[in-house]
């Protein structure tokens, strides 16, 4: 009964939060970015998902523009995989080039909180450039600032479901009420 009650009232800040702003497409503004960070998608049978390969595309662009000089890719384990999602977003990558040196490979997180709190440690004071869906974005660069991660955002585009920026809009809000994280 009371998420009746509570429904109209997060449709109506969903509809201001959902107006996600321009990311990424200039030149990276302050200090040069220390690492490129891939959140985490499905992969299946160690292959990239067509979500999580096209956040490694985007990464791999970057990487090769010089926007930073490292990738990190995130991601564990769901029950029953045989790979992390981190391990086949960085066997993609040294696929298409890019040196073991330039890569790190997160590969035990289920959300995407515990995608940016199991790289702190990594990047440290460093700028990161976070790279993950336009709906994805907003919430994502919140819970990095939320860690003390500094993070400017790069959206993945694509064709995304009205249902997905939904999602992400509530527990966007949900995050910022700590809720979830």
């Known amino acids: 009964m009371i998420a009746v009650r509570i429904l109209p009232l997060l449709l109506l800040m969903t509809l201001g939060w959902a107006q996600a702003p321009e990311y990424g497409h200039d030149p990276v503004s302050g200090p040069a970015p220390g690492w490129i960070v891939v959140l985490g998608a499905a992969q299946y049978n160690g292959h990239p998902s067509p979500i999580l390969k096209g956040r490694l595309?985007?990464?791999?662009?970057?990487?090769?523009q010089h926007r930073a000089p490292g990738i990190i890719v995130t991601g564990g384990k769901q029950p029953g995989d045989?790979?992390?999602?981190?391990?086949?977003?960085?066997?993609?990558?040294?696929?298409?080039?890019?040196?073991?040196?330039?890569?790190?490979?997160?590969t035990e997180s289920h959300s995407t909180w515990q995608n940016l709190n199991n790289?702190?440690?990594?990047?440290?004071?460093?700028?990161?450039?976070?790279v993950t869906d336009e709906p994805h974005l907003p919430r994502a660069l919140y819970l990095a600032e939320s860690l003390g991660i500094k993070a400017q955002g790069y959206p993945v585009r694509g064709t995304f479901?009205?249902?997905?920026?939904?999602r992400e809009s509530v527990l966007g809000i949900l995050a910022r009420f700590g809720v979830v994280h």
């Not at 595309?57 to 090769?64: G, S, V």
């Not at 440690?121 to 450039?129: F, L, P, R, W």
């Not at 479901?161 to 939904?166: G, P, T, V």
């Open 57 to 64: 595309e985007t990464a791999l662009r970057l990487y090769r």
């Open 119 to 130: 790289i702190k440690d990594t990047v440290g004071k460093q700028n990161v450039i976070v």
């Open 82 to 106: 045989r790979y992390s999602e981190g391990e086949v977003g960085c066997r993609y990558l040294k696929a298409q080039g890019v040196p073991s040196t330039a890569l790190r490979c997160e």
């Open 161 to 166: 479901s009205s249902s997905y920026y939904w």
